[in-house]
């Protein structure tokens, strides 16, 4: 005689998968307590696919797309892309929206910045990339970070008009609000610089993580901006995917990280710049207020 799941039993597989048991127990013990395996199956089959189903409409009511919150209901920053939009009205402009990725989070925009944008803020960052150079003549020059050859100044919150500008197009693209956002960053790399692969979050587990997390959490979002268009090399890399996004001038790269792990696939970097000079702004967003 054949055995029927009942709606309770798919209702127990559904809280042993949340509870992340691995199928093949979870399977054994429906087993053991005298379910035929080829029903067992079934049943587990049917209530994750009905399950993983209701979550990813729950996810589109809210204007998400599935993989934009893979576990838990943790929001993040990201766009709405209901509807696979080109473009998006943000703030004061339209940005075009030139590709998505589900896993790492990665969306690429273009138009984000205008050029006079691009080059007011190179030309306010650039006094103090000066400045940091002198200072690091002066002992030597022998803080270099093998990992990262560039040089780098942050601004403050609202420093300047374009950087306010900049912030409230973010926050409406992103949707994530302008206090829960680090400065804007500034970095400048001569031909030979680059930035080897990286995580942005930072590791809980290093010794000044609580001073940096206390000040708005973990990070979970990164806006790279490019502010010029360098003549040859200078991507920006996901070596987990092989993804290379080309640094050109007013575009950005967008990535999305709901827990410090490398499971997230955000590793990346910028590849080694081989002619000219590349400029970047990075935004990076917190959890929490960034005081
Ligand atoms: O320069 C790039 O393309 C990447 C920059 C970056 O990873 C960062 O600022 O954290
Ligand atoms: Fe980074």
Request: net charge negative.
């Amino acid at each position: 005689m054949k055995q029927q799941a009942s709606p309770e039993l798919k209702a127990w597989i559904i809280a042993q998968a949340q509870a992340g048991c691995r199928p093949e127990d979870v399977l054994k013990a429906m087993m053991d307590r005298g379910w035929q395996e080829d029903v067992a199956v079934a049943a587990m089959e049917e209530s994750l696919a009905e399950h993983l189903k209701q979550q990813q409409a729950a996810l589109a009511a809210q204007g998400l797309a599935p993989g934009q919150l893979p576990v838990g209901d943790k929001p993040l920053p990201g766009p709405l892309l209901e509807g696979s939009p080109s473009r998006i009205w943000a703030h004061d402009k339209h940005v075009d929206v030139l590709l998505t990725l589900q896993l790492p989070r990665v969306v690429v925009f273009g138009n984000f910045l205008s050029e006079q944008e691009c080059e007011e803020m190179k030309r306010l960052a650039e006094v103090r990339l000066a400045r940091s150079e002198t200072v690091v003549n002066e002992t030597g020059g022998s803080e270099v970070n093998e990992a990262r050859t560039s040089d780098g100044m942050f601004f403050e919150r609202g420093e300047h008009e374009v950087c306010a500008r900049i912030e409230k197009r973010i926050e409406a693209l992103l949707r994530w609000p302008v206090s829960h956002g680090e400065g804007l960053q500034v970095l400048r790399y001569r031909p030979g610089a680059e930035y080897k692969p990286h995580y942005d979050y930072f590791d809980p587990a290093q010794p000044g993580a609580k001073t940096i997390l206390a000040r708005g959490g973990q990070r979970v979002g990164t806006l790279v901006m490019y502010l010029n268009s360098p003549e040859k090399g200078g991507s920006t890399t996901f070596p987990d995917v092989g993804l290379e996004v080309a640094p050109v001038r007013g575009n950005a790269v967008f990535f999305s990280y709901d827990r410090p792990d490398p499971a997230t696939r955000t590793l990346h970097g910028g590849a080694p710049v081989l002619e000219g000079e590349k400029w970047v702004a990075t935004k990076w967003l917190r959890e929490g207020v960034f005081v």
